[in-house]
């Protein structure tokens, strides 16, 4: 599709959607409620700036005239949230005879999910996937234009749409795809399943959407991708991550550079030169451990062992000191048992990350892990896992507060929503603090002294 018909299918929705005000007698309104990862975030700004531009009204409530659902399905209990919610809005929907509620995202790409709305979800109007987003201007006209389910889920994508438009969530912070996919398949995840093989966008386009965030006030740009570490692989003229990450600290307006996910298979000794000597790219890394046993990182098919990741994580504490570690970790992998568990535990007790989200392994129908045989009984599993958060929280609390008395760079992001004194910022390794000061501050760059270490925040005041 080329842009000419995207913006042709727009105007269309747009006086669709006039119309529907016209009988309405009021703006009509519309909802996007989004599940999931940073990816699915920013795929729901662009829904969202196709809604406005086609004169909705954007609002919260799932009470809207129309209300999308951006799907998850990394785990089971992402799905069932979205089938709780639509059992809601299926009952708004019964009192507002024009209202419409549409499905996409990862969920969607599942053939049981479509079975399973088509027979018990009846009312939805529109579904579509996560290959054929940018289809959303023409699904919007044909959904506005008549009655009954439409269905659209491609098995794999087509092309990468370059120019839709975007609604932004902040006005100084975005978030910008490097790659789509993932040829990873651990073997315990979905997402390739459902977002298909690794495609990365070519340099060229990437810093031409960053220098036009930059000339519309953004100053920090968050790259995303399911393993930045592999992107550029696959394009005509190849080029590494720190190869990209120097071409975009070029672009003057860009002041802060984050990137997400590293997977310690591919996180190459340039990279950490390339962050520890760059002012602009923020000192945190987000490097998913899944389980500190070699046996069980085998069978997810990480890629590497303990020992490979333990000296990861120790040159990058001994080259960029300042830097936080994040992670990701998973209890009850199939066959896993307590002594697996006891070496998760000892390299959290090494690392000592900064943060860590903890997971309790969840069965995807399709993946390598569901059909082995040794699964882990869900109870056991929580035992399991309250004694890895213990750990973690253990060491989060103490790495944070190493920054204490330390005046830091923060940039402003919001008015805190408890007291509305005080304002919220964010630091470059991603810790949150809070500090006197008003709106005029939001998107600006503040000098904080970090009084007081509070777990996992700082109260501050601006030096
Ligand atoms: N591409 C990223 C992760 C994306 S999914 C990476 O490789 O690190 C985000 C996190 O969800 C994963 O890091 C993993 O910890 C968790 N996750 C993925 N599949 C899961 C499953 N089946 N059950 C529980 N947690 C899972
Ligand atoms: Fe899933 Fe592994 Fe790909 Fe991450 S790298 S998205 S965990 S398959
Ligand atoms: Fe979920 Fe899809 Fe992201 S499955 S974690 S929304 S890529």
Redesign the pocket.
């Known amino acids: 599709m080329n842009s000419y018909s995207v913006t042709d299918s727009i105007q269309r929705a747009k006086e669709l959607v006039s119309e529907l005000g016209n009988t309405l007698g009021r703006v009509p309104t519309a909802a996007v409620i989004t599940f999931g990862?940073q990816m699915n975030a920013r795929d729901s700004e662009k829904l969202t700036g196709i809604l406005i531009q086609a004169g909705f009204s954007i609002v919260e409530e799932e009470s809207a005239d129309f209300v999308i659902y951006n799907t998850c399905t990394?785990?089971d209990n992402a799905n069932q949230r979205v089938y709780g919610r639509l059992g809601v809005c299926g009952g708004f929907k019964k009192k507002n005879p024009h209202m419409k509620i549409a499905l996409c995202g990862c969920m969607m790409q599942e053939p049981s999910v479509i079975e399973k709305i088509k027979k018990s979800y009846r009312f939805v109007d529109l579904i579509f996937g996560t290959h054929n987003l940018y289809k959303f201007p023409e699904y919007l006209v044909s959904v506005l234009e008549q009655d009954g389910m439409i269905i659209d889920v491609w098995d794999k994508p087509d092309q990468i749409e370059e120019d839709l438009p975007v609604a932004r969530k902040y006005s100084f912070k975005s978030g910008v795809n490097i790659m789509f996919g993932?040829n990873?398949f651990?073997t315990?995840?979905?997402?390739p399943y459902v977002r298909g093989r690794e495609r990365s966008r070519e340099p060229k386009e990437i810093i031409r959407e960053c220098e036009r965030l930059a000339s519309e006030g953004v100053v920090e740009v968050m790259l995303l991708g399911?393993?930045v570490n592999s992107y550029g692989r696959g394009l005509e003229n190849p080029i590494s991550f720190p190869e990209l990450l120097k071409e975009i600290e070029k672009i003057e307006g860009i002041k802060r550079i984050r990137f997400m996910?590293s997977?310690p298979k591919d996180l190459s000794d340039e990279l950490i030169e390339v962050v520890k000597n760059s002012d602009k790219i923020c000192k945190h890394i987000h490097l998913?451990l899944?389980s500190g046993s070699s046996k069980i990182l085998k069978a997810m098919n990480r890629c590497y062992d303990k020992e490979k990741y333990l000296a990861l994580a120790k040159k990058i504490r001994e080259e960029i000191p300042d830097a936080s570690i994040t992670t990701?970790?998973?209890i009850g992998f199939p066959g896993e048992t307590p002594e697996d568990v006891d070496e998760t535990i000892d390299v959290i007790r090494q690392v000592e990350y900064d943060n860590a989200?903890t997971?309790?392994?969840?069965?995807?129908t399709g993946?390598p892990a569901a059909a082995m045989e040794n699964q882990v009984p869900e109870e056991e599993s929580h035992v399991q896992f309250d004694r890895v958060l213990a750990e973690v929280q253990k060491y989060a609390k103490k790495q944070s507060s190493r920054f204490e008395g330390r005046v830091m760079e923060a940039l402003v992001e919001e008015v805190n929503e408890n007291d509305p004194s005080l304002v919220t910022g964010r630091l470059s390794n991603n810790i949150i603090v809070h500090f006197p000061g008003d709106e005029s501050l939001i998107g600006k760059f503040v000098n904080v002294k970090l009084n007081e270490c509070k777990g996992f925040y700082y109260l501050g005041e601006i030096q």
């Open positions: 990862c990394v785990r993932c990873n651990c315990y995840c979905i997402v399911q393993n996910t997977h998913p899944q990701d970790i998973i989200f997971f309790i392994y969840s069965k995807r993946t």
